[in-house]
């Protein structure tokens, strides 16, 4: 089940510049994204997300950017730090009747982000 | 902040046992799931569950899983007979069910099946 996908397993930054995080996905009927944050021995954590109907949300440091023709989304964080580092997972789902937090969570891979003092 | 509790942070059995996996989600979400990761592999949906009843299930989900809520405050993940593959990590993750409202995950338990 390949249906989101993150290509890259690892990205390294320097601190105080940009980290642009990839996720692809193949299904059409997911109509809303999320991108969570992982610690080691601890769970996910919400970090930000888009309904298909935008193509951009930003939130403090954290932008992420839809473009549903190429079926692709990206998280940037600027400026990066050292406590960012951690696992970025993407997600999507297919909401039902208009609400957005019921339907299953499809994840990609995990993208490992470290950012260098 | 409140967040997803689940309990033990542990959990070691010996194939073919029973084990029951807790949460206590967040106490005004009326959704709640169960994920699995197994190591290496990607976050999987298992189950998800509203109103005392399943409202989806993955293809994982299967006779040996069950779920449960007993009381007003706890979800279980049950496992009749353990398989060495269900060893992985399981999260526990619940959401309000109002538009734009993320599910929230708890720090997940470990479970190794010998």
């Known amino acids: 089940d390949q249906q989101v996908k993150q290509n890259s397993p690892s990205l390294s930054v320097q601190e105080g510049r940009i980290s642009i995080l990839n996720c692809d996905y193949t299904n059409s009927m997911f109509d809303y994204f999320l991108w969570y944050k992982k610690y080691p021995a601890e769970g996910p954590t919400f970090l930000i997300s888009?309904?298909?109907?935008?193509d951009k949300n930003e939130d403090g440091r954290f932008t992420v950017f839809l473009n549903k023709s190429a079926k692709h989304l990206s998280l940037h964080i600027v400026p990066s730090q050292p406590g960012d580092s951690a696992v970025y997972f993407c997600?999507?789902?297919?909401?039902?009747?208009?609400?957005?937090?019921?339907?299953?969570?499809?994840f990609g891979q995990g993208t490992i982000l470290t950012v260098h003092p | 902040e409140p967040e997803v509790t689940q309990t033990p942070s542990h959990q070691v059995t010996q194939m073919g046992q029973e084990v029951i996996l807790r949460c206590v989600p967040i106490s005004n979400h009326l959704y709640f799931y169960w994920y699995r990761q197994i190591l290496g592999q990607k976050v999987e949906f298992l189950v998800s569950?509203?109103?005392?009843?399943?409202?989806?299930k993955s293809e994982i989900f299967d006779d040996q899983f069950s779920v449960e809520r007993p009381d007003g405050s706890n979800f279980t993940l049950k496992i009749r007979s353990t398989k060495l593959e269900d060893s992985a990590m399981y999260f526990c993750?619940?959401?309000?069910?109002?538009?734009?409202?993320?599910?929230?995950f708890g720090d997940g338990t470990r479970l190794s099946i010998l």
């Open positions: 997600a999507a789902l297919t909401s039902y009747a208009g609400g957005t937090s019921y339907g299953k969570l499809t």
């Open positions: 993750a619940s959401s309000t069910g109002n538009s734009n409202q993320p599910q929230h």
């Open positions: 569950f509203y109103n005392n009843e399943i409202s989806e």
């Open positions: 888009i309904s298909s109907i935008k």
